[in-house]
């Protein structure tokens, strides 16, 4: 503080003053605007006075109290708040539950408290995954797998889309489900829900495993159970010559009213009979014959007449299933052949 006279730069009286800050008001908390689970993270703590100055005055850190709020769970990663120094505390914490916090300070001898912005706390890399699977379902029947990218701490990995590589899909038994591969992209939010098929009956577990390396997840044990054959639908053309070869086309349908596409591995052969007094060749097809649960062979047969042809399962007797099987056309005319000129 200087007094001069008026018109002359030289003071007759200066005075230095200081201006010391008020008592405590306030705390502004300043902190990352985001952190890794598991990461540590370091939040300061200044103290301010109600003109928005630091205060100098002595301020004990185990009186103050840190309240989080939000969706992640961070904690005072040293032994105890230290105590502020020129009006600042440097407090390191750590939350492995990804999510959002604001941290609030107060001071539990004069009340004065303050908070910080919102600071995210982001997931780890993928660690591992978690797969969900039906307890039962039929074997070649589709069924859903739900996936989810976690990280170590157990939280989802939300940008698996972006930071992933896919994964390969495999079981414990002796097929693979199809599709055997699912994209990263194909997982949103860390969690993606996939249509599986599986051909053998047989109790697997579906293996997901991160493509070319090794973080993976297993699902707990699904039973596939045996598809039964419950239907038989064989197509003929309307008329054929006796003696002749002429295809047909069988389809099998399962219990559910489905076309058996599996029938190839999990089918037992099928039994073809006539209600006519010829002859039908071959009237066994071998369930390899059948391809996306349809078969198209050949067949004659040596008699001129009307006949209708029936299909049934060779083995195992099941008493579920319908043996007699509705042809469509109904019924097949054999035609004799024609006298040579």
């Known amino acids: 503080l200087s007094i001069r006279e008026s018109g002359i730069p030289i003071p007759i009286l200066s005075r230095d003053l200081i201006i010391a800050p008020n008592r405590l008001s306030t705390f502004v908390i300043k902190g990352p605007r985001s952190a890794n689970a598991g990461d540590k993270f370091d939040v300061k703590i200044i103290a301010k006075d109600a003109f ?29 708040i230290p105590d502020f120094k020129g009006g600042v505390c440097v407090v390191t914490l750590l939350s492995q539950k990804a999510g959002t916090v604001i941290i609030e300070a107060k001071d539990l001898i004069t009340g004065s408290s303050g908070m910080s912005e919102k600071i995210d706390i982001l997931n780890g890399p993928v660690n ?16 859903e797998a739900s996936i989810v990218a976690i990280d170590r701490f157990n939280n989802v990995v939300s940008n698996y889309s972006a930071s992933g590589s896919g994964v390969a899909i495999s079981s414990t038994g002796k097929l693979k489900p199809f599709p055997s591969t699912l994209s990263a992209h194909e997982f949103i939010n860390g969690q993606a829900k996939v249509k599986l098929r599986y051909d053998a009956a047989e109790d697997i577990s579906i293996v997901v495993t991160e493509i070319g390396k090794t973080q993976k997840g297993t699902s707990d044990i699904i039973k596939l159970i045996a598809p039964i054959p419950e239907r038989y639908d064989i197509k003929t053309p309307e008329s054929a010559v006796a003696g002749q070869k002429f295809k047909i086309k069988i389809t099998v349908y399962n219990q559910l009213g489905h076309v058996i596409k599996n029938y190839n591995i999990v089918g037992p052969d099928v039994q073809l009979s006539v209600t006519g007094t ?12 059948f391809v996306n649960g349809t078969a198209v062979v050949e067949v004659q047969y040596n008699k001129s007449e009307v006949f209708v042809i029936t299909a049934a399962p060779v083995k195992p007797a099941i008493s579920a299933v319908k043996k007699a099987a509705v042809a469509s056309p109904p019924k097949a005319v054999a035609i004799p052949p024609k006298e040579k000129e």
């Open 52 to 80: 928005g100055n630091t205060v100098s005055e002595q301020i004990f850190g185990k009186n103050i109290n840190l309240i989080f709020k939000g969706s992640a769970e961070p904690k005072i990663d040293m032994p105890s």
């Open 278 to 289: 010829g002859a039908l060749i071959p009237n066994r097809i071998p369930a390899s014959e």
């Open 128 to 143: 591992s995954f978690k797969v969900f699977v039906p307890k039962e379902v039929i074997a070649g029947e589709p069924f």
